[in-house]
């Protein structure tokens, strides 16, 4: 029997714990590091760096990832990487990549590209295949606003480059648990319609794409946790039947139990009955999920079906600026103080002619962030509140002009009024997001060795 | 006061503009009070201050679970809100924080 091959993620977004794939990739036996920097919005922020500097298209983290691996890979390390650090431009972070490993003299190992996720001249060119599809709204609203438009490709091109000899795969656009299925149906020679096993590979995809959060972090109990100061990130065994044990590196703080296991096998979800990737339609209906010892569980019984007819798109659009500005205010009556005050500013802004899409004020402190349906205290009896005021607007000059009204309150604001030692909120510019499908006949999946 | 929290645990997350919210009983019997109490609706107009649409329910047995959809609660998520939980981070706490005797026809003793 095939042994069961042994992934990690040590990345769960752009931004997440550097230091951690030197850490995880000292597991004994690892197999595979994935590391997973795609959320919804992740493209448009590169679109923003993009707009800057055309160098700034992927995660530039993953850069120094390579070079924290450089010593475990001169040692004789042999674990692969999976990333989808490619961005939009995964030629390019392949190209700095390799630049690192010539530096190291590790030039034996072989860097691959996936891309043909850019769907972008597709989706701007219209059609009713591109509606919206939360709102149904047609494209066409859009589409001279757009910037990105990437389908979510499968596992495919990543177990086509590994079957080439690849160590390294770079990936735009992929369903963040292809990042898995991919090192799975090339060591286990699983063929596209295996769909039991997919899915149950795609389930173990599901539970490490989000670092941390399977082993503890983001948990409502999380208070009860050993180690919470050093969460580990999670390592899925999975067998050759598509099922795993979920654990994570010893020393590590945190827990990996069927609680945590659980939670994160509902994060973001939908349908349960109807988990849709690219690799195939899952059921997470029939999953069974056990203790199998200390910091390991079981997760076994997923079913597949074929998957949809279409690839999910993920675009983005200019949709305008935006700025958020944060002011303490402390003292007796501090949330009706800081609500005046607020209202204030945006008076102030409104009579001098500036025009907003949207504002808001917020009394953090008082429920705030779920719109106040939750209080335990009066907002009378909190002596201190986080002013939060925020404006969009379809131009920039409105928003940069509200972004200079904040530090005033603290001469003409009520008393009692810090915390604004760090100075004017910066103008961001808001890309808004449009899930749509593009049929599978129309999308060009490729890798290549570089 | 005795709330949803003492029965139950929860996660939720963002999908463009909705979020999900999962919650787990703690014991069979918790799943089971859960099943049979939290309906959609009450999650819906637990909610509704903060502008969600018609909430789905799935139930999911072998979990132990429920899972609700509530569609574009969060004012346009990810980059287009504005506000501090553009992402439903905390919607599994606020819904943990449910009066249980907010729910009719309560039976559930765990003292």
Known sequence: MTRPLKIANASG?????????????????????TLDYLAEVSLSIMAITR?????ASYARDFVEVVQSLVKFWQGGGRTKIVTNAGGLDPHACGAAVRAELAKAGLTQLKV?????????????????????????????????????ANAYLGAEGIAAALQAGAHIVITGRVADPSLTVGPCCVHFGWTTTDYDRLAGATVAGHLLECGAQACGGFTTDWLDLPGSHDIGFPVAEVSADGSCVLTKPAGTGGAVTVQTVKEQLLYEIGDPGNYLSPDVTVSFLTLRVEQSGP????????????????????????????????????GEQAVAKARRAGGGVLRRLQEAGCVYRETLVECLGTGASVGGIVRRVPENDLIETVLRISVAADTQEPVKRFTREIAPLVTCGPQGVTGYASGRPKVMPVFGYWPCLVARSAVKPAWKML | MKTLR????????????????????????????????LSAAQVEAWFKPLGTGPVIRYEVPNLEALNFVLPGVLAGGGSCSLRIDAQGKTLGQALLAMPLDQLPENSHSTD
Request: hydrophobic share 40%; no cysteine; proline share 6%.
């Open chain 1, 295 to 330: 910091d390991r569980v079981r997760i076994s019984g997923a079913t597949g079906r074929p998957p949809p007819a279409a690839y999910k798109v993920s675009a983005t659009y200019r949709h305008g600026y935006k700025a958020h500005g944060m002011l303490t205010v402390f």
């Open chain 1, 13 to 33: 977004f752009w931004g997440d714990q550097p230091a951690a794939a030197r850490l995880v990739a000292q597991q004994p036996d690892l197999d595979y590091l």
């Open chain 2, 6 to 37: 003492s029965i139950a645990y929860a996660r939720s997350g963002d999908k463009g503009s909705s979020a999900n919210i999962a919650v787990f009983g703690r014991t069979p019997a918790d799943y089971a009070w859960l099943r049979e109490h």
């Open chain 1, 51 to 55: 707009a800057k500097d055309p160098a």
């Open chain 1, 112 to 148: 691959a590209v996936v891309s043909g996720d850019d769907v972008l001249a597709l989706v701007r060119a219209g059609g009713p295949d591109f509606n919206n599809l939360e709102s149904g709204a047609a494209v066409t609203t859009v589409a001279d606003r757009l910037v990105t």
